[in-house]
């Protein structure tokens, strides 16, 4: 079975400037979460899917983040302009829906300079 | 709210030695607790759980965990450490009517040959 998959893996850019990224989960799991890992600290929650609805945005920042799953499979995540405290690592993980353990794939690794 | 502690940043032991990584977390209600592990440049992988049941739990790798509520703990243990067990673990919570993870800040697992 694959494993849930993100894209880009590393993303360079400049302050000010647009970013997204993509991730594709577990096939079959209709539960979709996009984490911040910031260095030396524990994931945190920005966003949660139940198939194509949003359903816990509190934690994201809507001023200059944006996140969609028009199909209820992939989804994207965008940053607006981007700051350089966005710079971290930005987790996808899964879950078919109704169960406990969450799936996470390898991340995206943004620095903004 | 929901937290974990874990209260060493970085614990390291000799191969073939017993490794332990402590966690203790506070929720209002029954929790579901989880361990992670992380190695560079990759994402969290699903080691084990606790939802229900016996309190120690058994997961991959030779790795296993007890719950003990009265002192809120659910620590991580290995009988005997590999050089490859050497990576950052993090200890997680939720509560059963929702699926926010809450997660401590990762303790680096250092094992010597």
């Known amino acids: 079975e694959a494993g849930v998959v993100q894209s880009p893996r590393y993303k360079i850019i400049e302050k000010k400037q647009p970013v997204a990224f993509w991730c594709n989960p577990i096939s079959g799991h209709n539960t979709l979460y996009w984490y911040l890992q910031n260095l030396g600290q524990g994931p945190e929650l920005l966003i949660r899917?139940?198939?194509?609805?949003?359903?816990?945005d509190s934690q994201l920042p809507k001023d200059r983040f944006s996140a969609e799953r028009l199909k209820g499979v992939d989804s994207t995540l965008k940053i607006q302009p981007a700051e350089l405290g966005d710079s971290a690592v930005y987790l996808c993980a899964s879950s078919p829906m109704g169960q406990e353990t969450q799936y996470f794939g390898p991340g995206t690794r943004l620095l903004v300079l | 709210a929901q937290s974990v502690a874990q209260p060493e940043d970085q614990v390291n032991v000799a191969e073939g030695n017993p490794l332990t990584v402590k966690c203790t977390y506070s929720v209002s209600g029954n929790p579901y607790l989880f361990w992670y592990v992380q190695y560079p440049n990759r994402g969290l992988q699903f080691l084990l759980k606790y939802i229900t049941g016996d309190n120690l739990v058994k997961g991959s790798y030779g790795f296993e965990a007890e719950f003990n509520k009265s002192q809120t703990s659910f620590h991580l243990k290995k009988p005997s450490a590999l050089v490859s067990d050497s990576a950052l673990y993090f200890c997680?919570?939720?509560?059963?009517?929702?699926?926010?993870?809450?997660f401590g800040a990762g303790t680096t697992v250092t094992v010597r040959a």
């Open positions: 997680a919570v939720r509560v059963f009517n929702d699926y926010k993870l809450s």
């Open positions: 899917y139940e198939n194509e609805e949003a359903v816990d």
